[in-house]
């Protein structure tokens, strides 16, 4: 009886002292394998690795000369946004489907216009469905043809008084069922006046305004 309660009195130490010997080593060994999958990635040798949280976008910064000074609170990512959030520069390139517009064959190629009573050219039923953004117009049904893309940044001139004049590139993009108005896509130049100072940058005016040759 004796020698049953000393096994039992030995069984848990030994136990606990197995569990040490065979698991804990296991745990530590993939505990460093964890922590060196987690350490960041640095590019430069020397370089500490960023912290805190870092988010990763597919849409690519606009491109820039290396040259360019920004002013305090403003970088290219902000200057994108200001311009293509602006109503001049988001406005589409409309035009009217009349006789002899170059929209109008491509329109009647798909049924999305027909002639009224009246002489002038209006949407079917598809066009009003597959024609997003189209309006009806005195001259006829006007449609949007290109919409303006944002390329990159030319160039940004102190314009004083905490203001600057910024230069960026852009082309029409056009919608698909018109690509055949603009075969070859060519950059046009817009000068915007940016003021409001860090964390509170707008575009002010437009000092040479968005290429309107479309509209």
């Given at each position: ?108 190629d798909h049924q999305y216009i027909e002639k009224r009573p009246d002489g002038t050219l209006g949407p079917t039923r598809e066009g ?88």
């Amino acid at each position: 009886m004796s020698e049953l309660r000393l096994f039992r009195t030995l069984a848990i130490p030994l136990g606990i002292a197995l569990v040490f010997l065979i698991f804990t080593p296991k745990l530590c060994q993939r505990a460093l394998v964890t922590a060196k999958v987690k350490q960041p990635v640095r590019t430069t040798p020397g370089e500490p690795a960023p912290s805190g949280l870092i988010i990763s976008s597919s849409t690519p910064s606009p491109a820039t000369p290396a040259n360019l000074r920004y002013p305090p609170g403003l970088d290219a990512a902000r200057i994108q946004y200001l311009v293509e959030i602006d109503q001049t520069f988001a406005a589409s390139a409309a035009m009217p489907a009349t006789e002899n517009a170059p929209v109008t064959k491509a329109l009647l190629d798909h049924q999305y216009i027909e002639k009224r009573p009246d002489g002038t050219l209006g949407p079917t039923r598809e066009g009003l469905i597959n024609v997003n953004g189209a309006v009806d117009s005195p001259a006829g049904w006007t449609v949007p043809v290109a919409h303006r893309k944002f390329v990159s940044i030319a160039s940004i001139d102190d314009a004083g008084d905490g203001a600057y004049n910024i230069s960026v590139h852009w082309r029409w993009e056009p919608v698909p069922l018109f690509g055949s108005l603009l075969p070859k896509a060519e950059d046009h130049l817009l000068t915007a006046e940016f003021a409001g100072g860090e964390g509170h940058w707008t575009l002010r005016r437009y000092v040479k305004e968005p290429d309107r040759a479309l509209e």
